[in-house]
């Protein structure tokens, strides 16, 4: 009985997976056992779907990002996400002394963190150490693949 409540949670569980996992996979299809027999729903997040938009430079790329879009919900930063985004990125600052560079290649990810967070979604990626920094700061569900 316990293993079939624990998979009745684990269907009800929402995923998001990251850039990262997303990019990788669609190169070199790494991920692509793991990602079709991921249980939970699959939700795309939109400041994921914006940096792969931003990197496509051909038609199979932005017919992936097209696909993509229309594949599942959407969970987009809500306004206390960004607000709260930057005060992660500012307690960062001051912790580690990051240059401004660094916190605008973060701010994207403290984003998808923070929205799988409010979202109760456990988010995916293979960019471990941004995202465990970050966690250090808000905690969310992480797996590192």
Same mark, same amino acid.
């Given at each position: +009985?316990?293993?079939?409540?624990?998979?009745?949670?684990? +269907?009800?569980?929402?995923?998001?997976?990251?850039?990262?996992?997303?990019?990788?996979?669609?190169?070199?299809?790494?991920?692509?056992?793991?990602?079709?027999?991921?249980?939970?729903?699959?939700?795309?997040?939109?400041?994921? %779907?914006?940096?792969?938009?931003?990197?496509?430079?051909?038609? /199979?790329?932005?017919?992936?990002?097209?696909?993509?879009?229309?594949?599942?919900?959407?969970?987009?930063?809500?306004?206390?996400?960004?607000?709260?985004?930057?005060?992660? %990125?500012? *307690?960062? +600052? *001051?912790?580690?002394?990051?240059?401004? /560079?660094?916190?605008?290649?973060?701010?994207?990810?403290? %984003?998808? /963190?923070?929205?799988?967070?409010?979202?109760? /979604?456990? %988010?995916?990626?293979?960019?471990?150490?941004?995202?465990?920094?970050?966690?250090?700061? *808000?905690?969310?569900?992480?797996?590192?693949?």
């Amino acid at each position: +009985m316990r293993a079939s409540s624990n998979s009745r949670a684990a +269907m009800n569980e929402i995923v998001i997976f990251d850039t990262s996992v997303l990019i990788n996979n669609q190169r070199t299809g790494r991920y692509s056992e793991r990602i079709a027999s991921q249980p939970g729903r699959i939700r795309n997040s939109s400041v994921v %779907l914006a940096e792969l938009s931003r990197g496509v430079t051909q038609p /199979a790329e932005r017919h992936f990002v097209g696909a993509l879009e229309k594949s599942r919900p959407v969970l987009t930063p809500t306004e206390s996400n960004w607000l709260e985004s930057g005060q992660v %990125l500012a *307690k960062i +600052m *001051k912790d580690k002394g990051f240059e401004p /560079a660094k916190l605008r290649d973060l701010h994207f990810d403290v %984003l998808i /963190a923070l929205t799988a967070r409010s979202s109760g /979604a456990k %988010l995916i990626t293979s960019n471990r150490d941004d995202f465990e920094l970050i966690r250090a700061y *808000k905690d969310f569900q992480l797996e590192v693949w």
